[in-house]
């Protein structure tokens, strides 16, 4: 079958943005300017379960108001086809926007037009730059009361480190918000009504545009002052892209046509030369389809971007494989998702072609893949298609090797596709399903919601026996086990949250071991000389062989790495993961009789628990960059308490009538704030928090935690 989009008409594009700045609303009149849809659901509308937006159609979404995890839906506009992933905008849920940006070409950075630039919008933004994504901003909720575009472009600015240019300026703002003037056209368009069939009027700008409009505010009549020098920074910047048009501009002194800037605009978004700015209002229907086109005009086709870059099986960078229907066929599984349809592998196309039937190769497994059901998603409906071609984001069904991050490819031209990063998780409890009839039920189900989510770890607790559920905060857990209730029938218990410490060493020791074991017969020996040394925060484990003249013979080396890997594991003071630092093995000794790799590695373990509690070892415990929006009246009663906490206050911004506090505060403080946050400030004040940093625990505070460990032992 013929291709039926070309591949420079398709735009794979992600929304992304911090929680409640309108993703899902911006979604939902994309699909419905699209044709996609023919009504709009509101997020508000949700929470009675009985009804549901396009992307947000999980129980656990509609009852929160938020989204969980990312959807994908396909539209068309202005002949293109735009294939967009809506992503989470809360925190626990980082790992839906990291994978989704893995596998997209384009973003576009939504904002709230009173909060700016928030915690997550600046998490979104370094994931976006790891994988060099081309963004554009859409400053939205310009009607909401507060809201200030040029604060906004600031932020953007200051804390993001971008270079924002604006193509649009808002008219007005709040109630007064009309619509906005278009930087390259070079035109005002001005709604009337909030309807969402409400058609726009194209206006002149002229001298009384703010008359007309009755715009009185100052900072309504600022803006609209400002476009003569934001139209000529526009210029400016963009024809910074093409040396021919900048020469034909300087001679003849006429500004470009629309498309000249529109083509440099597109060159530059694309290189992230810099990132454009638009405004609107979704939820008022004004400016989502000014997004759509700049959609199109600026992002990029899967063939304008770089080609995927291949890596050998230790990950190091190899060559490339370029998007193009002849070339073979590769592939990037980005993310697993069990429902009613079963277990269901999403997966961005790169190159070649997939149809129905065929065998491939999991080449970062060595397996073989049969294809079965082939699908297109439309959220949560699926479509079944006969093939997918370079371009093509979709599902594939029942797939029984691949899991998140492998690569699928063409058996006789085998490629590893640069692979992902994933957090590591910073919270633990303890599961166990409700009742001991559903022990089998409950860990399978368990199973498939960690193979769906590289966020989610699992493992027992060797002491008590308890099964540990690791993730990214307390959200992501609850959410996790009410899933497997609405999605395998299967309840299950959580335990009181604990924190994932971690150990570490202050100073170096160097350390001699001798197994030594005679049971008659051939016995057990190995000894190891090993010095350990702290490594800076963050460096994790480093061994370096340092023997010579065979003291420890070669193939007994990786024993003693093993022996060693294993040991850190758990730790000497609480059974926490040692980590950052290092073990140069200098010397040992062997019997050519009674040594082999075993007696190696038993020896590296003991030695690892005798020399550790020599080398000041301390625990250290993981910091949350805490961002606290509260009234004016209650901020010193924030910070009060936000210091009790062991945090430390840096700084506090205005955040349109509110102010942000942000501070770094122990995660093992943080448990149950919201809700101790509400009752202090009747209600108004909320907050956000990511992983920053481990830093070390202080001494009363490790005494306490070792204590409860060995009482826990």
């Not at 400002?226 to 040396?243: F, K």
């Not at 997939?354 to 491939?360: A, N, P």
Request: aromatic share 6%.
């Amino acid at each position: 079958m013929p291709r039926q989009t070309p591949l420079s008409d398709i735009r794979n594009i992600g929304i992304i943005a911090h929680v409640d700045a309108g993703k899902t609303t911006t979604t939902e009149r994309i699909l419905y300017y699209t044709g996609r849809k023919h009504t709009i659901i509101d997020v508000h509308e949700t929470k009675d379960l009985k009804t549901s937006t396009t992307t947000d159609y999980m129980e656990q979404e509609q009852k929160r108001g938020i989204t969980i995890q990312s959807a994908a839906v396909s539209t068309f506009w202005r002949e293109k086809k735009i294939n967009v992933i809506d992503t989470p905008g809360h925190v626990d849920f980082t790992i839906e926007v990291n994978r989704s940006l893995r596998v997209l070409d384009g973003a576009v950075v939504v904002f709230d037009g009173v909060a700016g630039v928030e915690p997550q919008s600046e998490t979104n933004w370094r994931l976006a730059d790891n994988y060099n994504v081309p963004r554009i901003c859409y400053v939205n909720k310009m009607d909401r009361s507060g809201a200030n575009f040029q604060r906004c472009v600031s932020m953007i600015k200051a804390r993001l480190n971008a270079r924002p240019v604006c193509i649009q300026v808002p008219l007005g703002s709040e109630d007064n918000f009309r619509g906005m003037v278009d930087l390259v056209e070079m035109k005002a368009y001005v709604w009337f009504s909030d309807d969402k069939d409400a058609k726009w009027e194209i206006w002149e700008i002229t001298d009384d545009l703010a008359q007309k409009l009755n715009l009185t505010v100052k900072e309504d009549l600022d803006n609209i002052a400002s476009i003569p020098a934001l139209r000529a920074e526009l210029v400016d910047t963009a024809l910074e892209q093409d040396d021919a048009a900048m020469e034909a501009y300087l001679e003849s002194g006429e500004d470009p046509s629309p498309d000249v800037l529109r083509a440099c605009l597109r060159k530059g978004t694309i290189t992230s030369a810099f990132t454009p700015v638009l405004c609107g209002s979704s939820y008022k229907n004004k400016g989502v389809c000014q997004v759509l086109d700049a959609v199109v005009d600026l992002l990029p086709a899967p063939t304008d971007v770089e080609a995927i870059k291949t890596v050998d099986e230790d990950g190091n960078p190899n060559g490339e494989r370029l998007s193009s229907d002849d070339a073979p066929f590769s592939a990037l599984a980005f993310k697993v998702l069990n429902d009613t349809y079963g277990s269901m592998t999403f997966v961005r196309v790169y190159s070649g072609v997939l149809t129905k039937g065929m065998s491939i190769l999991n080449s970062t497994r060595g397996k073989r893949e049969k294809i079965g059901r082939m699908v297109e998603m439309y959220a949560k409906d699926a479509n079944p298609i006969e093939e997918a071609r370079a371009g093509d984001i979709i599902a594939l069904v029942s797939l029984q090797e691949t899991e998140t991050g492998d690569t699928l490819c063409d058996a006789s031209a085998p490629v590893i596709l640069e692979r992902m990063r994933f957090p590591d998780p910073v919270i633990s409890v303890s599961v166990e399903p409700k009742t001991k009839g559903e022990q089998e039920k409950f860990s399978i189900a368990l199973g498939k919601m960690v193979r769906a989510d590289p966020s989610l770890r699992l493992e027992t607790d060797r002491e008590t026996g308890q099964t540990i559920l690791r993730g990214m905060g307390e959200l992501h857990l609850e959410v996790t086990l009410d899933r497997m209730r609405t999605e395998f029938g299967v309840e299950g218990n959580m335990g009181k949250p604990q924190v994932a410490y971690r150990e570490t060493i202050t100073k170096p020791v160097e350390y001699t071991y001798t197994h030594k074991k005679q049971t008659g017969g051939s016995g057990q020996f190995a000894e190891v000389k090993i010095v350990f040394a702290p490594r800076e925060r963050g460096e994790g484990f480093e061994f370096l062989d340092e023997t010579v003249g065979g003291t420890v013979p070669r193939e007994y080396v990786p024993s003693v790495k093993k022996g060693l890997e294993m040991q850190k594991e758990d730790g000497v003071l609480a059974g926490y993961p040692t980590v950052d630092f290092s073990a140069r093995l200098v010397d040992g000794k062997y019997h050519d009789v009674d040594s082999n790799a075993l007696t190696f590695e038993i020896a590296a373990k003991a030695c690892f628990r005798e020399a550790l509690p020599k080398a000041g070892p301390i625990l250290l415990e993981p910091v949350m960059k805490v961002e606290i929006v509260t009234p004016d009246d209650y901020l010193g009663d924030v910070i009060g308490d936000v210091n009790r906490r062991r945090g430390t206050v840096l700084g506090q911004l205005e955040r349109g009538s509110n102010i942000a506090v942000e501070a770094n505060v122990p995660l093992n403080e943080m448990f149950g704030y919201i809700g101790q946050l509400r009752g202090m400030t009747s209600g108004r004040a909320s907050y956000t928090m990511e992983f920053s940093h481990y830093e070390p625990v202080p001494r009363n505070v490790t005494d306490e935690i070792v204590a409860g460990r060995n009482k826990a032992a």
